[in-house]
Nanobody, 124 residues
């Protein structure tokens, strides 16, 4: 069982940066791959980024590649999402998720554990 709590969301102007953090409880944090997803109003939840259990492999949605960076600290049970050059279309609620290492890492249904989400709003 893993409990996740996100923080770091807020309002930022286009071109700005935000850093999201997700704190995980439990002793088995490094058993899980970690992902970030987002959901804008009226849209489905979509994959943003994923990091492997060791942190050695990362994956990104095309829409954020080159602008966002996912990282994790297994000693602190945290996973972060550094977001640079933000655009208004990045506005959404961002969710942290934990799940087993699977091929379909972009599918929300592959992640059994979710945080409550944090709002990111990018103004133009």
């Amino acid at each position: 069982q893993v409990q996740l709590v996100e923080s770091g969301g807020g309002l930022v102007q286009a071109g700005g940066s935000l850093r999201l953090s997700c704190a995980a409880s439990g002793r088995t944090f490094n058993n899980y791959a970690m992902g970030w997803f987002r959901q804008a109003p009226g849209k489905e939840r979509e994959f943003v980024a994923r990091i492997s259990r060791s942190g050695g492999s990362t994956y990104y949605a095309d829409s954020v590649k080159g602008r966002f960076t996912i990282s994790r600290d297994n000693a602190k049970n945290t996973v972060d999402l550094q977001m640079n050059t933000l655009k208004p279309e990045d506005t959404a609620v961002y969710y942290c998720a934990a799940g087993p290492p699977v091929l379909a890492y972009y599918e929300p249904t592959r992640y059994p554990y979710w945080g409550q989400g944090t709002q990111v709003t990018v103004s133009s």
